[in-house]
Structures are given as structure tokens and as C-alpha cells.
């Protein structure tokens, strides 16, 4: 019994080439695999190409990439079909991960506009923040504040100075029960005049240990309105003429 070889030049048929005949190749068809799955999954056409810079592998060019190993594979050592399916379950698995990027960035700016929702509650009230600097005005003339001291101080030197550093006013406060201690400015300068509307910074100073220090000093200021932010920032309480401040960094809040 004789054998005949099924890659021969014998066995096939002559055909003529696609130039004698006037039709003309179709560059874009998408390579056959020779699995139907494979053939029915692929896209149809000419894969997109991403952009030069992209580094991302998009679904077309996973599914050429396989083709293309399939079709330069050994035809006596086809790629076994438990690699194949582990292949295609990597590629799975990365693209769920992307879908699941997306859903939790979804999820951020959701949350991020719910924050916002939560802090409008706090529009026309006062907060404590982290700053030496309040505003005064016709409607707000005087600031308060918190000085915090690591122990207790005889005599906290208190001082007002403008947007300029010039100091227009001087005076002490108690500071015995040490800690937090609250302080108030009545928008008055040195002379009984009211300071002009704007920005005043309050500075303390006390002696600790025999040596006079600096103390830390958070005022109160009026939130007039709360943007969105994003999901780094989060919201942002908007403040009369102090400007923007984040949410998580509001130290407490007053009735009014």
C-alpha cells in the first residue's frame, strides 16, 4: 500500500494565482486559524492600532498575536490545547482587572460627590482650621481662634498683624489651664479703631522652660459654599476670604 503525502505538489490542485484571475487580495481579512472558535471570536478587519506611545495589548492584539503563533506553529508539535486556554484565561483575567479599575474609579467619584452632598450641611457655618489667618468683615468683625500649648503658661502674648506683617494690636490671655486655649480678637487695632476688612494673622508667643515659643494658633472661618474636588482632594469647603481648604483637614465645627 503505497502512501501519499498530503503536502505534495502532486496532491494539489493547480489553481491560478490571484493577479491571472483580476481579483484582488484582500490585505484586511482577518488570518484564519483553522479553529472555529478562534475564527468566530476574532475581530472582523484590520485590527486597530494603538496610538505610538500606548504600552497597553488590546483585545485585537491579543487575538493576533495568538493567530500568528497558531499559524507558525510546528504541525507535528501543535501548541497543546491546555496552553491555549491558559492563554486566553491570562488575557481574561488582565481584562477583568481593567474593567474592575474602572468600576472603582466610578465608585471614587460617587463617593467623592456624596462627600459633597454631606458637606453642604456645613454652608454658613464656622470652622476650625489649621491656620493663623482670619478674615474679617461688616458682617463678620472679629476672629476667633484656638492657641494650643504643650503646658500650662502664666501669660500667652497674643499679637494681630495685617495682610502686610505690621503689628496693629498687642494682648495676653490666660494660658494656666493649658492645652487648647480659646482666643478672641474684637476687630479693634491699638488706637479703638475697627480694622479695615481683610485678612489678619494672630500670633501667640509664651514662655516654656524659661524660654519664649512660638504657639501653634488655628482660627474659625465661614464656609460660604463646597465644591466637588476629586477623588484625591475629596471635597473642598470654600471659605470666605480665606480660600479653598479640604474637608479632612477641618479641625471642628461650630453651631453657627
Request: aromatic share 4%; charged share 15%; no cysteine.
Amino acid at each position: 500500500m503505497s502512501l501519499i503525502n498530503p503536502y505534495s505538489s502532486q496532491s494539489l490542485p493547480q489553481t491560478q494565482s490571484a493577479s491571472s484571475t483580476g481579483i484582488a487580495s484582500n490585505t484586511q481579512e482577518t488570518a484564519r486559524t483553522g479553529n472555529a472558535f478562534l475564527d468566530s471570536v476574532a475581530l472582523q478587519g484590520e485590527p486597530e492600532t494603538p496610538e505610538p506611545n500606548s504600552q497597553e495589548l488590546t483585545q485585537s492584539d491579543f487575538f493576533a498575536l495568538l493567530s500568528q503563533q497558531l499559524s507558525m506553529q510546528d504541525p507535528f508539535k501543535p501548541v497543546e490545547n491546555d496552553q491555549m486556554i491558559s492563554q486566553m484565561a491570562s488575557f481574561s483575567t488582565v481584562d477583568g482587572i481593567a474593567k474592575l479599575n474602572e468600576e472603582i474609579l466610578n465608585l471614587n467619584n460617587l463617593t467623592s460627590s456624596s462627600q459633597a452632598l454631606q458637606a453642604s450641611s456645613l454652608v454658613g457655618r464656622k470652622v476650625l482650621i489649621p491656620s493663623d489667618t482670619g478674615h474679617i468683615s461688616s458682617d463678620s468683625p472679629e476672629v476667633n481662634g484656638v492657641i494650643s500649648t504643650p503646658t500650662s503658661i502664666d501669660t500667652i502674648t497674643v499679637s494681630i498683624e495685617d495682610e502686610s506683617g505690621q503689628v496693629i494690636k498687642t494682648f495676653e490671655v490666660d494660658g494656666s489651664a493649658g492645652g487648647n486655649i480659646d482666643v478672641s480678637w474684637d476687630g479693634l487695632d491699638k488706637n479703638g479703631d475697627p480694622a479695615p476688612e481683610g485678612n489678619y494673622a494672630i500670633k501667640a508667643n509664651g514662655k516654656i522652660d524659661g524660654k519664649s515659643e512660638d504657639l501653634a494658633v488655628s482660627t474659625y472661618a465661614h464656609v460660604t459654599s463646597v465644591s466637588l474636588g476629586n477623588t484625591t482632594t475629596g471635597a473642598i469647603l470654600n471659605l470666605r476670604g480665606i480660600g479653598g481648604i479640604q474637608l479632612s483637614d477641618v479641625l471642628a465645627v461650630t453651631e453657627s
